[in-house]
C-alpha cells in the first residue's frame, strides 16, 4: 500500500499533544491545511464517529474513526470510488516530552494513480499538520 509517516518531537507531554490532536473541531484555526471541520456525532472521538473535513485542493471528506486508543492513538478512513485514505495520528512519551507520528496509506484499485496525483501534496500537508500541533502543544494555554 502506497503511503507515508512523519514523526516529530514535542516539548509538550502526552497528555496536552493528545489534547490538540483530538480537537479537530479547532483543526481550523490551527492547522493552515484544514478549512472547515464538522463533526458529524456528538461527543468525544470513538470508534465510529465521523468527521467532514475540506481541505485546500482536496474534494471534502467524511473521515471514520476506525480504531482508538485514548490518550495514544486513532485512525480514521475516508473513501471515495476507487480509493481508501486511512489517516492515523500516534501520541507516545518521549525523553524530551513526546512524540507525534501521522501516517497515511492508500488503498483500492485506484490508490496507485491516486497516490501518484497526490503524494507530494500529501507529504506537505502531513508534515505542516505535524508541525501545527507541535506549535499549538508547545504553546501555554492562555
Given at each position: 500500500m502506497p503511503g507515508l509517516r512523519h514523526?516529530?518531537?514535542?516539548?509538550?507531554?502526552?497528555e496536552r499533544v493528545w489534547a490538540v490532536v483530538v480537537d479537530v473541531e479547532r483543526w481550523p484555526e490551527r492547522i493552515?491545511?484544514?478549512?472547515?471541520v464538522e463533526r458529524?456525532?456528538?461527543?468525544?472521538?470513538?470508534?465510529?464517529?465521523?468527521?467532514?473535513?475540506?481541505?485546500?485542493?482536496?474534494p471534502p471528506a467524511v473521515w471514520t474513526v476506525t480504531e482508538?486508543?485514548?490518550g495514544s492513538s486513532y485512525?480514521?478512513?475516508?473513501?471515495?470510488?476507487?480509493?481508501?485514505?486511512?489517516?492515523?495520528?500516534?501520541?507516545?512519551?518521549h525523553p524530551d516530552g513526546s512524540r507525534l507520528t501521522l501516517a497515511v496509506t492508500v488503498s483500492g484499485p485506484l490508490s496507485g494513480i491516486g497516490w501518484l496525483?497526490?503524494?507530494?501534496?500529501?507529504?506537505r500537508y502531513v508534515e505542516t499538520?505535524?508541525?501545527?500541533?507541535?506549535?499549538?502543544a508547545e504553546t501555554p494555554a492562555t
Open positions: 514523526t516529530v518531537t514535542i516539548a509538550a507531554p502526552p493552515p491545511t484544514v478549512d472547515a458529524l456525532d456528538p461527543g468525544p472521538l470513538a470508534v465510529g464517529s465521523r468527521t467532514w473535513l475540506r481541505q485546500p485542493r482536496l482508538l486508543a485514548d485512525t480514521w478512513e475516508s473513501s471515495s470510488p476507487g480509493v481508501t485514505v486511512t489517516a492515523a495520528h500516534f501520541v507516545e512519551p496525483m497526490t503524494r507530494s501534496l500529501t507529504k499538520e505535524a508541525a501545527s500541533i507541535k506549535r499549538a
